[in-house]
């Protein structure tokens, strides 16, 4: 939690999902939405951790406008991730420096679905697969015209496209390291994306909220059983999220595809709704919902930092006043060791107070993230 000149937080977030739902447009919509969420706020901001991701999200903003701009929109001529690529996202309480690092990792959807392809790819998904295990968050993006447009013709290969099976094994492995450290944050969100055309809210004609939601919780129970049991403390929410707002569907076609699951894929076609102003819906309660459960986190340790810290500075305090006989304590101040003392528990006793300090502006930004209130499109499933 710490290095040797401030307090800084780390969690890891992780997403997981097949190729071409969108990850990265998912992760650079995380700052821009923040950053606009919180401009207001004299609290909070949350800002990019380095160049690189600065750059990464930059790159993804441009494509996505560049694609809007066209008035038909294509997700399939979007580049895909092509290696595994890190966003670090930093949640900072205003004028202190004390920072809450959210690291999270994009990667090539189609090593979720085949384990990599060849000995190096192979080598990087575990890697990537570590640290999916050991995130505090999982956020499992599912497309939402994939879900809702299969039809019963190709039904049968949906839990394929999904990769429900593959994310359920990640899972299984993320649950039980969640379970060993059962005092540190456990949360799923299962995020439909590209939810434009289903949820009356975004401007659709037609609310099918219900049947978009039912479609997720059935799809993946047996990923939600494998949560109930192997982490029933963790928290599952759902989300669906609009990705840009501003789309509606036009057509899903299924294509002829050789290796995908039956041959087939989903080639969706959008049209831009005027004057192609993105609004992304339901990402302001997914950034509320991260943000308050690690600052609650970081708060939960800052306390425990904070008393550990106020036992140390009372039994140095107790052991520099100590008194130990008359001779005793005459060479304790001839040799300097009174002293030696003193300053340690004056040393440790400024520790514990900045500990405190640390542990206030915790609550204090909490106290900032909790007045926002939850929009009606999220819901418990644990």
């Given at each position: 939690?710490?290095d040797?000149?401030?307090?800084?937080?780390?969690?890891?977030?992780?997403?997981?999902?097949?190729?071409?739902?969108?990850?990265?447009?998912?992760?650079?919509?995380?700052?821009?939405e923040?950053?606009?969420?919180?401009?207001?706020?004299?609290?909070?901001?949350?800002?990019?951790?380095?160049?690189?991701?600065?750059?990464?999200?930059?790159?993804?903003?441009?494509?996505?406008?560049g694609?809007?701009?066209?008035?038909?929109?294509?997700?399939?001529?979007?580049?895909?991730?092509?290696?595994?690529?890190?966003?670090?996202?930093?949640?900072?309480?205003?004028?202190?420096?004390?920072?809450?690092?959210?690291?999270?990792?994009?990667?090539?959807?189609?090593?979720?679905?085949?384990?990599?392809?060849?000995?190096?790819?192979?080598?990087?998904?575990?890697?990537?697969?570590?640290?999916?295990?050991?995130?505090?968050?999982?956020?499992?993006?599912?497309?939402?015209?994939?879900?809702?447009?299969?039809?019963?013709?190709?039904?049968?290969?949906?839990?394929?496209?999904?990769?429900?099976?593959?994310?359920?094994q990640?899972?299984?492995?993320?649950?039980?390291?969640?379970?060993?450290?059962?005092?540190?944050?456990?949360?799923?969100?299962?995020?439909?994306?590209?939810?434009?055309?289903?949820?009356?809210?975004?401007?659709?004609?037609?609310?099918?909220?219900?049947?978009?939601?039912?479609q997720?919780?059935?799809?993946?129970?047996?990923?939600?059983?494998?949560?109930?049991?192997?982490?029933?403390?963790?928290?599952?929410?759902?989300?669906?999220i609009?990705?840009?707002?501003?789309?509606?569907?036009?057509?899903?076609?299924?294509?002829?595809?050789?290796?995908?699951?039956?041959?087939v894929?989903?080639?969706?076609?959008?049209?831009?709704?005027?004057?192609?102003?993105?609004?992304?819906?339901?990402?302001?309660?997914?950034?509320?919902?991260?943000?308050?459960?690690?600052?609650?986190?970081?708060?939960?340790?800052?306390?425990?930092?904070?008393?550990?810290?106020?036992?140390?500075?009372?039994?140095?305090?107790?052991?520099?006043?100590?008194?130990?006989g008359?001779?005793?304590?005459?060479?304790?101040?001839?040799?300097?060791?009174?002293?030696?003392?003193?300053?340690?528990?004056?040393?440790d006793?400024?520790r514990?107070?900045?500990?405190?300090?640390?542990?206030?502006?915790?609550?204090?930004?909490?106290?900032?993230?909790?007045?926002?209130?939850?929009?009606?499109?999220?819901?418990?499933?644990?």
């Amino acid at each position: 939690m710490t290095d040797a000149e401030r307090p800084v937080f780390e969690y890891k977030i992780g997403l997981l999902a097949p190729s071409q739902v969108g990850k990265s447009t998912l992760i650079a919509s995380l700052l821009s939405e923040g950053q606009r969420m919180l401009t207001g706020d004299t609290t909070v901001q949350l800002v990019a951790a380095d160049r690189l991701t600065r750059n990464r999200i930059a790159i993804a903003d441009n494509l996505v406008a560049g694609a809007l701009k066209a008035r038909v929109f294509q997700p399939k001529l979007m580049p895909g991730t092509s290696d595994p690529a890190w966003f670090r996202l930093l949640l900072e309480p205003r004028g202190r420096d004390l920072p809450i690092r959210f690291d999270i990792l994009d990667y090539p959807g189609g090593w979720l679905e085949s384990g990599g392809e060849g000995p190096e790819h192979e080598q990087k998904w575990n890697e990537c697969e570590a640290f999916l295990a050991d995130s505090s968050v999982l956020i499992v993006p599912i497309d939402s015209v994939l879900l809702m447009e299969a039809g019963a013709e190709h039904a049968p290969v949906l839990t394929s496209h999904l990769a429900v099976f593959q994310i359920k094994q990640v899972v299984l492995r993320w649950a039980k390291n969640r379970r060993e450290r059962a005092g540190e944050p456990a949360m799923v969100i299962f995020c439909p994306v590209k939810c434009e055309t289903y949820l009356s809210d975004s401007g659709s004609l037609q609310d099918h909220s219900a049947a978009l939601k039912h479609q997720v919780v059935d799809q993946f129970s047996e990923v939600l059983e494998t949560i109930r049991e192997a982490a029933p403390h963790a928290s599952v929410r759902y989300l669906p999220i609009d990705t840009y707002g501003c789309v509606e569907l036009v057509s899903a076609r299924w294509v002829p595809r050789s290796g995908a699951p039956g041959n087939v894929e989903m080639e969706p076609k959008y049209r831009v709704r005027p004057p192609g102003t993105i609004t992304r819906k339901g990402l302001e309660d997914l950034i509320s919902l991260l943000c308050r459960q690690l600052v609650d986190s970081a708060r939960m340790q800052s306390e425990q930092s904070a008393a550990r810290h106020q036992a140390t500075a009372r039994y140095s305090r107790e052991y520099a006043d100590l008194r130990e006989g008359f001779f005793r304590d005459l060479w304790n101040r001839a040799s300097g060791e009174r002293g030696r003392r003193e300053r340690v528990a004056e040393a440790d006793q400024q520790r514990y107070t900045e500990a405190q300090e640390v542990t206030r502006s915790l609550f204090d930004v909490l106290a900032a993230l909790a007045e926002r209130r939850g929009g009606p499109r999220l819901h418990h499933l644990s």
